[in-house]
């Protein structure tokens, strides 16, 4: 049977009425011989803001009882970046954001997947979700870094800039872009190590195609005299549960009547191969690179890169240590033992 009462005139546990009190005896230096397993208030003892310190007497002397902080634990994480636009009038790809995470096998670049990270209690953590790259009438433009505390993900390359204004190139990203066709023969650019691949080079020679952007997972292709390059595909990740593919780089976009590179799996935006539209923008919340742009023969007309896909942050953490404090309106749900927040905008979790 359990204890509920203390039996020597302190209070009885069970008795709701009850104005007894356990008592603590309290002072400076103690008097008489002490037992183990007494406890006192040490008024002598104040530290920390506190004017008295609790001890117990260990059967040699009285120590003080110690308040020590929660041990820190760990979370999986998944950090994609957003996706580089492509170019415009026959431009490369956009390259996805680059992708970082500590669940699964693998991550972005054909690395391994990262340690998961270490949470400290009571610390609030700052998540960053990055913007894809806007699609302009002159030149692509890379996406936005997303952060989780110490992990930074790089946003996607540029596809080929206008070579009128600079070089036709790709523009190193997470995932790089892929090279500008016309005007300059671009070639793709790298992706950063551990997050993404490069993107594909264009056309040497007419009809000047562009090349695709780089994914998490598979380079942009090359672009040929009848295909711009499709993009690169993302990397399947199962931290919410199920397998979702991020970060697929975007198509390369035409010049005068090729066929249009595709979107990678994972978000890329198809390249572009008709007059008055633009390459098709890379999906939200996967950090797919965008299609690039089309040009007709002679340069009257062409169209611009569309906008790349916007970046996220997932967190997985155990069950029993989520205290749901967050910021941002993250979507939580459950998988097995674990709590899975989806950051699809910027916030914050406290752990």
């Not at 894809?132 to 390359?157: A, E, L, Q, R, Y």
């Not at 390459?279 to 919340?285: E, I, L, S, T």
């Amino acid at each position: 049977m359990a204890t509920t009462k203390v039996t020597i005139g302190v209070t009885d546990l069970n008795d709701a009425s009850s104005t007894n009190g356990l008592k603590m005896p309290s002072g400076g230096a103690f008097s008489g011989t002490p037992i183990q397993g007494m406890m006192r208030n040490n008024t002598t003892r104040g530290f920390e803001g506190s004017v008295s310190s609790m001890q117990h007497y260990n059967g040699t002397e009285w120590k003080d009882f110690e308040n020590s902080p929660p041990p820190p634990y760990l979370v999986d994480y998944l950090v994609v970046a957003g996706g580089g636009s492509g170019g415009r009038a026959a431009g490369g790809g956009g390259g996805a954001g680059g992708l970082r995470t500590s669940y699964g096998s693998s991550s972005g670049g054909g690395s391994s997947a990262e340690s998961s990270l270490s949470l400290l209690p009571d610390t609030n953590y700052t998540v960053t979700v990055g913007a894809g790259g806007p699609g302009v009438t002159v030149d692509g433009t890379n996406g936005s870094d997303s952060v989780f505390s110490t992990i930074t993900s790089s946003g996607g390359g540029a596809g080929g800039i206008n070579a009128i204004n600079g070089s036709s190139n790709g523009v190193v990203g997470g995932s790089g872009g892929g090279g500008r066709g016309a005007g300059g023969n671009g070639t793709g650019a790298s992706g950063t190590l551990n997050q993404g691949y490069a993107g594909g080079n264009a056309q040497v020679g007419s009809p000047y195609n562009g090349g695709g952007g780089g994914g998490a997972s598979v380079a942009g292709a090359n672009a040929n005299g009848s295909f711009a390059g499709n993009g690169g595909d993302g990397l399947a990740v199962s931290i919410t549960g199920l397998s979702v593919t991020y970060a697929g780089g975007g198509g390369g976009g035409c010049y005068i009547s090729g066929t249009p590179g595709s979107g990678g799996a994972g978000g890329g935006g198809v390249g572009d191969a008709t007059s008055g539209g633009s390459g098709g923008d890379g999906v939200a919340n996967t950090g797919g690179g965008s299609g690039g742009g089309w040009q007709i023969d002679n340069g009257s007309s062409s169209t611009r890169g569309g906008n790349g896909g916007s970046g996220i942050v997932i967190l997985r953490i155990p069950t029993e240590k989520y205290t749901g404090i967050t910021t941002g309106s993250p979507t939580v749900t459950t998988d097995g033992t674990d709590t899975i927040l989806t950051y699809t905008g910027s916030g914050t979790y406290t752990a």
